[in-house]
């Protein structure tokens, strides 16, 4: 045994232990902290690093000389005739518009034919320009200057992603195209600029990922997500609103309770499964919609949002209902006049974490048919949103991920940041809801 | 209580809109699923199809060519899709569970041929295989002496003195990729026979073909050969973290990463739209696309969109399909005849 302390300032030996074992687990708990903030700050970095360049995309001014003999060989101006001239057509007037430039910016052509200039521009081009004729006839005959998108190649030029050495074994963009990006570079002709496309714009074909935008299947996301809201919050609150308020405590009422608990924790894709068998086999609703997706999720997140809100009720105090029973107030009237006005901040936080789980969602959406080449049209009218075959954004995300070019690599990573951005916004919404109208008993 | 109010309102039109495709809503859009090999593909033509009718953009969906055709034999109707994209011819099987769900009138199409090649990571050494090189190094038993051993290979110069002294690894596409049947008819089952170990299967199963080839394609588990059933980003990827590593790729996925890998040659011939298209590179599959012939007059397009998809502007060479690493059939003009008389398979 050792000596009895002389002071209480003069710490003993289990004392120092005892301080020691404390400044450790702080320590620990400190550097918990700093891991996980390192983590984070890396994950941001990287998302951030990669995918800001998708904001950014590089375009050509062209001034496309637009001859009637090619555009309109019976000189009628009738729309039908115009549009049966295809966009192979229009192409040559691209590489002709290019040889141009080119020597206005006083280079060669370093290849045996125009047509291998093509591929500084993007495949979309020649639609962009037949699309504007289409639009004003009068421009044929004379010529016409608008700013084309460049090719993924072009584009991952200015950005720094592809070199020459990058293309040394490259068979459809060579360094000599690299030339001639630099000469047109050197006229101003070829610029970056930041691309609103990417937000609003549809899917591309896997040749074209600089026309590729996320906006169609972010409108999917947004149709999924009310369908979502006005199904499962008065579903969900009805529920639980029944069970912890009005239902009898039997066996029944267990057994229904186990079950909500265990649908929480069963795996999305199996509700995809589940979807495709009752609401597209069985109910014969349309493939690929997002309303399809909408009741697959509300599936999803009705769980959730049951749990959260029984909680939320339960935290009502129990002298609140006796209050207003004791005044005369029907059972009813406590809970829509009481209780669920005290619950609500909780029960819209759980609606909202929820949300932000079905928005985060890919695996069910496989099953109904929204993963592939699919969200091409934005919806033209409010029923076409949920109807109409659509994507969603952590789908379009996958999507772009696994195809080929290594341009669609950044356009994934700038779609998360988008999707980051969107759950962000949610769970901010969440938390300001419940500091707002939080109360504590 | 007001508050409540509008969301009822609102679950009010959900039900609505609910009640609303009931109602027959004819189906606008052209719906294609099935490989993923061929879907880049398909997706181009849906794009450039779009642009120059008036017509919305086809709906193309991945999954494979099992699940795509398993969709497209779930029967006739607006609620199932138009066209299969395949990697592979369909099977007998396929055909009956068609038949078994009134989906009957099926035109099979060609559409162009895919090369598979063989890459490793820029930063490694370069290969020049032989299908007996592959089939030495990833079987579970190799030839010795008359005799089958288990494969005790650990390196590439050990299978073959002419490749590099680098350990074997070898990153092939999983058993649900229509690839890997490519892989183990062309290159596996092809070096079991080069290097004779196909006779002395034969001869240990009493002369069972059947059984000898498939003791040919049974590959080794000792990790030394990985499936990979993900995409072919997912073996990019892999190959990034070990350049030593050979990933099995499509030719158009090599043609647009050449800034991270380097194709191997096979039997000495290097992989390209020529070598392909000639049948000097010996690794390569038809494409195919299948069509339900009740739907040509029911769905609006669609038999512009096919004749569109078997166009010389679309696939032929100089199309967008060739540019994007598809080999072009040379007896493209027979399979526009086949459609334009709507033969379906016997």
């Known amino acids: 045994m050792s000596a009895p302390n002389k002071s209480l300032f003069t710490p003993g030996p289990r004392t120092r232990a005892r301080n020691r074992a404390e400044a450790r687990f702080r320590a620990s708990g400190l550097a918990a902290i700093l891991a996980a903030l390192a983590f984070l700050t890396g994950l941001m970095g990287i998302i951030l690093h990669d995918g800001a360049p998708a904001f950014r995309q590089a375009f050509v001014t062209l001034t496309v000389e637009l001859p009637e003999e090619r555009l309109d060989p019976n000189g009628n101006r009738d729309p039908a005739d115009l549009a049966r001239v295809t966009t192979f057509k229009y192409a040559p007037l ?348 | 209580m007001p508050r409540t109010k509008p969301t009822l309102t609102l679950a009010l039109a959900i039900a609505v809109s609910l009640a609303a495709p009931g109602a027959a809503r004819a189906r606008e859009q052209i719906q294609i699923a099935g490989s993923s090999t061929v879907l880049p593909h398909a997706s181009i033509v849906a794009e450039v199809f779009a642009e120059n009718f008036d017509y919305p953009t086809p709906v193309v969906e991945s999954g494979g060519t099992s699940s795509g055709l398993k969709r497209f034999c779930e029967g006739i109707g607006e609620n199932t899709i138009d066209i299969a994209n395949a990697s592979r011819p369909m099977r007998p099987g396929e055909r009956a569970a068609c038949a078994a769900n009134g989906v009957g009138g099926i035109i099979e199409l060609r559409i162009g041929y895919d090369g598979i090649v063989f890459a490793s990571g820029i930063a490694g050494a370069a290969f020049a295989f032989t299908p007996a090189d592959w089939f030495l190094a990833l079987s579970d038993e190799i030839p010795r002496d008359g005799a089958m051993i288990a494969n005790p290979y650990r390196r590439w110069d050990e299978v073959n003195p002419a490749l590099p002294a680098v350990a074997i690894t070898a990153f092939v596409p999983g058993t649900k990729h229509g690839t890997r049947e490519v892989f183990e008819e062309k290159v596996i089952l092809e070096g079991c026979r080069q290097s004779g170990a196909h006779d002395i299967l034969l001869a240990r199963s009493g002369g069972d073909e059947e059984q000898a080839e498939a003791a040919c394609i049974r590959l080794r588990r000792d990790g030394l050969s990985v499936d990979i059933d993900g995409d072919y980003t997912e073996t990019l990827a892999r190959i990034g973290a070990n350049p030593a590593a050979v990933g099995v790729f499509g030719l158009s996925f090599y043609e647009n990463n050449t800034d991270s890998l380097q194709v191997a040659t096979m039997s000495g011939v290097a992989p390209s739209l020529e070598t392909i298209a000639s049948g000097l590179y010996p690794v390569s599959r038809p494409l195919y696309i299948y069509v339900k012939k009740a739907h040509l007059d029911a769905i609006p397009g669609l038999r512009e969109f096919v004749e569109f998809f078997l166009s010389d502007d679309i696939a032929g060479e100089d199309g967008p399909l060739a540019e994007y690493g598809l080999v072009p059939d040379p007896a493209l003009e027979e399979t526009r005849e086949k459609f334009a008389g709507e033969k379906v398979m016997e």
């Open chain 1, 94 to 441: 691209l590489d002709a518009a290019l040889l141009r430039a080119l020597e206005e910016a006083g280079a060669e052509n370093p290849f045996a034919k125009a047509k291998k200039l093509r591929a500084l521009l993007s495949k979309g081009a020649p639609a962009q320009l037949r699309a504007r004729v289409l639009a004003e006839p009068e421009l044929i005959g004379g010529s016409l200057t608008m700013r084309f998108l460049a090719s993924a190649r072009a584009d991952g030029y200015l950005k720094g992603r592809v070199t020459r050495e990058s293309l040394a074994r490259e068979r459809k963009f060579t360094p000599a195209h690299l030339d001639v990006a630099d000469a047109l570079l050197g006229s101003g002709l070829l610029e970056s600029r930041f691309n609103l496309a990417f937000l609003t714009g549809s899917d591309a074909s896997e040749s074209r990922p600089e026309a590729a935008g996320i906006g169609t299947a972010a409108l999917g996301s947004l149709a999924m997500m009310l369908v979502v809201l006005a199904l499962a919050l008065p579903i969900g609150v009805a529920a639980s609103v029944y069970l912890e308020e009005f239902a009898p405590q039997n066996r029944l009422t267990d057994l229904i309770e186990v079950n909500i608990a265990n649908l929480a924790a069963v795996p999305s894709i199996v509700f995809g499964i589940l979807g495709l068998a009752l609401f597209i086999q069985f109910a014969g609703l349309p493939q690929s919609a997002p309303l399809v997706g909408g009741l697959v999720l509300t599936l999803m997140t009705l769980p959730t949002i049951i749990i959260s809100t029984r909680a939320a009720l339960r935290a009502v105090p129990p002298s609140i209902r006796e209050a207003a029973l004791g005044v005369g107030a029907s059972r009813m009237q406590t809970v829509f006049h009481h209780v669920l006005p005290l619950a609500m901040p909780g029960i819209l936080t759980g609606t909202i974490i929820g949300l932000a789980q079905a928005l985060g969602e890919t695996a069910p959406l496989l099953l109904i048919g929204m993963i592939g080449f699919v969200a091409t049209n934005p919806p033209a009218s409010p029923a076409e949103a949920f109807l109409a075959p659509n994507s969603a954004m952590p789908a379009q995300i996958y999507e772009w991920a696994r195809r080929a070019d290594p341009a669609w690599y950044e356009r994934a990573w700038g779609g998360i940041i988008l999707l980051i951005g969107f759950l962000l916004a949610m769970n901010l919404a969440a938390i300001l809801l419940r500091r707002r109208f939080e109360r504590r008993w």
